[in-house]
């Protein structure tokens, strides 16, 4: 039989192991996005690989899946064909796709020759990092997705590789 000793014992380590695992879980959560930090975004606008302005106000007014990328991160890479399919597909919905490529023109120009993306780039540079984290992305990890709605408003955010159950619940948001 265990002692009371062996029990309090047991019973701070569960306590331990308790509270690391909500700490771990809750530093991985997507943060609240800070006042302001929509509007900012709002009001961006970034060379396209070729030199063509992309501006994020001329996205208002219908939903807009933005995805944060790079070329030298291989779970961005193996998502663009699935975001590039979203786009196809939901774009006489109304939908719209951007990507913010955290990464260098020439490198995304010489990525798009191989895997040519029917939605606009942006390159955001490693600046991108940071308008992420002012998006909620509070690891500055990649790849990283936004949805906003047709107001501007952010819907959803999301760490890490879309999936095609991510992509469906968000269509049925727009």
Not at 134 to 153: Q, R
Request: net charge positive; proline share 6%; charged share 15%.
């Amino acid at each position: 039989m265990p002692t009371r000793r062996t029990l309090w014992m047991g019973g701070i380590a569960v306590a331990a192991a308790a509270a690391g695992g909500w700490l771990s879980w809750r530093r991985l959560q997507p943060q609240a996005v800070p006042g302001g930090a929509e509007a900012a975004f709002w009001a961006g606008a970034y060379d396209g690989p070729n030199g063509e302005v992309v501006r994020v106000a001329d996205f208002l007014g219908r939903p807009l899946l933005v995805n944060f990328w790079a070329t030298w991160c291989p779970p961005c890479v193996e998502e663009l064909p699935l975001l590039n399919a979203f786009h196809l597909a939901h774009k006489a919905r109304g939908w719209q796709v951007l990507g913010l490529a955290v990464d260098q023109a020439g490198a995304v120009r010489g990525f798009m020759q191989k895997l040519p993306l029917n939605f606009p780039v942006g390159m955001a540079g490693f600046a991108g990092t940071e308008l992420s984290r002012s998006l909620g992305n509070a690891t500055g990890a990649l790849p990283f997705s936004v949805v906003f709605g047709a107001s501007g408003a952010l819907l959803h955010r999301k760490i890490g590789k879309v999936s095609e159950g991510d992509l469906t619940q968000w269509a049925a948001l727009g």
